[in-house]
Nanobody, 132 residues
């Protein structure tokens, strides 16, 4: 049974940083798309950053240059380093993954998974609150 468990959220002042982690277990595929998504109250879920099994990455324009997604394959962990946080970054952050197929188009997957989450595995989310 695949499980994704996020951690590392919290409250921080604007300009601060946080590091989120997602521990993945129960999967056997060596091909995947994985990523971070966020959803603020009253807003749609958006893709933030993605990474595939080859280490390619993609980012939403709003976080480029501030967020970095990485993976530790030995520990089966996905991370999101967030710098220069602002109030617009406040949201519930979710880790998600598609282990069913080779990740041919990571950018497409990051957009598609946000609007059609059913085909992917999701964590329970971790709250990030940035105060200005």
């Amino acid at each position: 049974q695949v499980q994704l468990v996020e951690s590392g959220g919290g409250s921080v002042q604007a300009g601060g940083s946080l590091r989120l982690s997602c521990a993945a277990s129960g999967y056997t595929s060596s091909n995947y798309c994985m990523g971070w998504f966020r959803q603020a109250p009253g807003k749609e879920r958006d893709g933030v950053a993605g990474i595939d099994s080859d280490g390619r990455t993609t980012y939403a324009d709003s976080v480029k240059g501030r967020f970095t997604v990485s993976q530790d394959n030995a520990k089966n962990t996905l991370a999101l380093q967030m710098l220069s946080l602002n109030a617009e970054d406040s949201a519930m952050y979710y880790c998600a993954a598609d282990f069913s197929q080779q990740c041919d188009d990571l950018e497409w997957w990051l957009q598609e998974a946000a609007s059609n989450p059913g085909a992917n595995y999701w964590g329970q989310g971790t709250q990030v609150t940035v105060s200005s």
